[in-house]
Nanobody
Framework: QVQLVESGGGTVQAGDSLRLSCAAS????????VGWFRQAPGKEREFVVA????????FYADSVEGRFTISRDNAKNTVYLKMNRLKHEDTAVYYC??????????????????????WGQGTQVAVAS
């Protein structure tokens, strides 16, 4: 079992930056990939970004490519999401999710919510236009 706790959300102005954190606890010796998803009011959950266990591979949604950066510090069992040049349309609840490495047998799996086993409770990001 892995427990995930997100932090770092808040309300900012368009163009500002935020850094979200996803701290893992529990069976953190398991090699797991981590993804961030978001869900805006009235919309379906969507993929944002993901990172492989070693951090050597990252995957971004087109809507955030070039503005968001994911990184991880395995010594601290924490994954970070740096969000720059935030837009009003980035407003959503952001969830981090973790999945065991064997579930990610192809790059496309990183984009799929069903590949992830563990989910955090989410952190709200609101971007005022």
């Amino acid at each position: 079992q892995v427990q995930l706790v997100e932090s770092g959300g808040g309300t900012v102005q368009a163009g500002d930056s935020l850094r979200l954190s996803c701290a893992a606890s529990g069976s953190t010796s398991i090699r797991y990939a981590v993804g961030w998803f978001r869900q805006a009011p009235g919309k379906e959950r969507e993929f944002v970004v993901a990172i492989s266990w070693r951090g050597g591979s990252t995957f971004y949604a087109d809507s955030v490519e070039g503005r968001f950066t994911i990184s991880r510090d395995n010594a601290k069992n924490t994954v970070y999401l740096k969000m720059n040049r935030l837009k009003h349309e980035d407003t959503a609840v952001y969830y981090c999710a973790a999945g065991v490495g064997v579930a990610f047998y192809s790059a496309s799996r990183y984009y799929r919510a069903e590949a992830y086993t563990y989910w955090g409770q989410g952190t709200q990001v609101a971007v005022a236009s």
